[in-house]
């Protein structure tokens, strides 16, 4: 059975910072995208990074460039994302996901690209 299992979220103040892992465990996601999603109450998931199967390429949304970081340790199958300098706008269930298809050559920003998802975990960022 294949699982993707966030962790790492929690409640920290505005400028803090928190380090989300993605645990992936029956079968290896070595040469698939993994991508970070969140969605906050009343409104839709959206993008928030990706980082490619080698680990060579990564894409951030406008929103939380140069304040998070993607990066995956393929002999963990561990994905991680390092939030730095937090914001109340950063509050959401963030979800790990992989890739529908192995060895993308133009990684996607798109949800419905995406196989499997975790169950999410709460970041909240208080002001």
């Known amino acids: 059975q294949v699982q993707l299992v966030e962790s790492g979220g929690g409640l920290v103040q505005a400028g803090g910072s928190l380090r989300l892992s993605c645990a992936a465990s029956?079968?290896?996601?070595?040469?698939?995208?993994m991508g970070w999603f969140r969605q906050a109450p009343g409104k839709e998931r959206e993008f928030v990074a990706i980082?490619?199967?080698?680990?060579?390429?990564?894409d951030y949304a406008d929103s939380v460039e140069g304040r998070f970081t993607i990066s995956r340790d393929n002999a963990k199958n561990t994905v991680y994302l390092q939030m730095n300098s937090l914001k109340p706008e950063d509050t959401a269930l963030y979800y790990c996901?992989?890739?529908?298809?192995?060895?993308?050559?133009?990684?996607?920003?798109?949800?419905?690209?995406?196989?499997?998802w975790g169950q999410g975990t709460q970041v909240t960022v208080s002001s």
């Open positions: 996901a992989a890739d529908r298809v192995p060895i993308r050559t133009v990684l996607s920003t798109l949800p419905r690209d995406y196989r499997y």
């Open positions: 029956g079968r290896t996601f070595a040469t698939y995208a």
């Open positions: 980082i490619s199967w080698t680990g060579g390429s990564t």
